[in-house]
């Protein structure tokens, strides 16, 4: 059975960093997946934050600069590395993994940027 579990979110002051990661399990070929990171707020759409193509990364342009995407397929995992957090950074965070064919999402992880 196909799962991602993401983990790492939680409440940080402006201006902090927080790791998110995103553990894949069930998976046949993890390596050929498309990996990406999306943030939600409640009442907006779900927007992208980041993806992983074979070995190049992309940002959107909020995260550029601040935020580093990358991926582990020997674990099967991917992270999310944030820093200089912002309170409009607040968001349920959602980990895809995508194929032409197939696409899979986690429940997502909570990140709370607040004083």
């Known amino acids: 059975q196909v799962q991602l579990v993401e983990s790492g979110g939680g409440l940080v002051q402006p201006g902090g960093s927080l790791r998110l990661s995103c553990a894949a399990s069930?998976?046949?070929?993890?390596?050929?997946?498309?990996m990406s990171w999306y943030r939600q707020v409640p009442g907006k759409e779900r927007e992208l934050v980041a993806s992983s193509v074979g070995g190049h990364l992309d940002y959107a342009n909020f995260a550029k600069g601040r935020f580093t995407m990358s991926r582990d397929n020997v674990k099967n995992t991917v992270y999310l590395q944030m820093t200089s957090l912002k309170p409009e950074g607040t968001a349920v965070y959602y980990c895809?993994?995508?194929?032409?064919?197939?696409?899979?999402w986690g429940k997502g992880t909570l990140v709370t940027v607040s004083s």
């Open positions: 069930g998976f046949t070929f993890f390596e050929a997946y498309v």
């Open positions: 895809r993994a995508f194929r032409p064919e197939v696409s899979y």
